[in-house]
C-alpha cells in the first residue's frame, strides 16, 4: 500500500493523525477489517508452497543439499509471503498510477504510456517485486497494462472522477481511511476502490466506513465531509482485463463495519488476568 500523508504505520496496523485531531489516534478501516479471519488464505498458501515445490524443484534440492533439510523447509513454506508482498507492491503501484493518472499518463491507440516522472517512482515498487518473480523492466510493464485497463475502465463505464486520494475519518467512532476516489456514472455518484487482486465481502464494509465518515482532509486542515454516495463500486484491474463490481455499502453494511471497529478494540484490550495467564 502506498503511505497516507497523515498516517503511520506500526507492528499493530495503521494509525491516522488528522489536522486539528493529531492527539487522537483513528484506526485505519483496513486494519479494523484485519481483525476478519480470511480462511481461503490457508488454501492460498498450500497452493504457493505446492507451486514453488513442483515448479521450482532443482532449487528446493540445492537448498536442501547445500543448507540442509530445514533450510529448504522454509524456502518453500516463505513462497506465500513472497507472493503477498509481490501483490502488495503491485497494488500500491497501481494505486499510485491512478492517482496520479490524468497528470502522468497519456492513452495512445488503447494503451497507457507512463511519463518519465512516473516510472521512476514506480521503479521502488517494481525492485521490491523482484524477490518474487521478474526484473525491474518487466514489473513495470505489469503495472503498465494494470493502468491500461483502468483507462479501459474510465472509458468503457463513462466515469468522471470527483475527487481522488481523500482522507476520511469519523471522531464519533474513531476511524480513519484513504479514499481511492468519488466517481460519477451515469449521474448516479459512487465510492470507487481499486483491487490488484481479489474481491472480498468485507470490501463492502471498507466502503461503507468512507460513505459514512462525517470528516474528511483538505489540504492542511480538516473538516466535516458533506460528499453522500448513491452506492460502492470496486474495480478489478488485471493485466488483460478489468471488472466492475457495484457493491453495497449502506447503513446496514455500515452497523456491521462497527461491530468489527468494536471486535478489533476488543482484541487489543486485556480480558484475561495475571491469574490465568500463568495456567
Not at 507492528?11 to 486539528?20: D, K, L, N
Not at 498450500?46 to 522454509?74: C, M, P, S, T
Not at 507512463?114 to 516510472?119: A, E, P, R, V
Not at 488485471?238 to 455499502?249: E, I, Q
Amino acid at each position: 500500500m502506498t503511505d497516507p500523508r497523515f498516517a503511520k504505520a506500526t507492528e499493530s496496523g495503521r494509525f491516522y493523525y488528522p489536522p486539528g485531531y493529531e492527539d487522537v489516534t483513528f484506526r485505519s478501516v483496513t486494519n479494523a477489517l484485519g481483525t476478519l479471519s480470511k480462511p481461503a488464505l490457508t488454501g492460498a498458501a498450500a497452493k504457493r508452497a505446492g507451486e514453488r515445490a513442483v515448479f521450482q524443484e532443482q532449487e528446493w534440492h540445492a537448498i536442501q543439499q547445500e543448507q540442509g533439510d530445514e533450510k529448504a523447509r522454509l524456502w518453500i513454506s516463505s513462497a506465500m509471503r513472497e507472493y503477498s508482498d509481490y501483490a502488495a507492491n503491485m497494488g500500491s503501484a497501481v494505486h499510485f498510477c491512478a492517482e496520479h493518472f490524468f497528470e502522468h499518463v497519456d492513452v495512445v491507440d488503447g494503451e497507457a504510456v507512463l511519463d518519465t516522472w512516473l516510472i521512476e517512482r514506480v521503479a521502488a515498487w517494481a525492485e521490491k517485486m523482484c524477490k518474487h518473480r521478474g526484473t525491474v523492466d518487466k514489473n513495470i510493464e505489469q503495472v503498465r497494462k494494470h493502468v491500461t485497463q483502468l483507462a479501459l475502465a474510465i472509458d468503457a463505464l463513462g466515469i468522471e472522477f470527483i475527487e481522488r486520494e481523500r482522507t476520511v475519518f469519523s471522531p464519533e467512532h474513531g476511524y480513519a481511511g484513504t479514499l481511492d476516489a468519488t466517481v460519477t456514472i451515469d449521474g448516479k455518484t459512487y465510492l470507487l476502490d481499486y483491487k490488484t487482486g481479489g474481491v472480498y465481502p468485507e470490501t463492502s464494509m471498507q466502503l461503507a466506513a468512507y460513505r459514512f465518515a462525517t470528516h474528511e482532509v483538505a489540504g492542511d486542515a480538516s473538516r466535516t465531509r458533506a460528499m453522500r454516495a448513491d452506492g460502492g463500486l470496486v474495480l478489478q484491474l488485471k493485466p488483460a482485463s478489468f471488472t466492475p463490481h457495484f457493491v453495497r455499502c449502506d447503513e446496514v453494511v455500515f452497523e456491521r463495519f462497527l461491530d468489527v471497529l468494536r471486535l478489533a478494540e476488543w482484541r487489543e484490550q486485556t480480558v484475561i488476568g495475571e491469574e490465568f495467564r500463568a495456567r
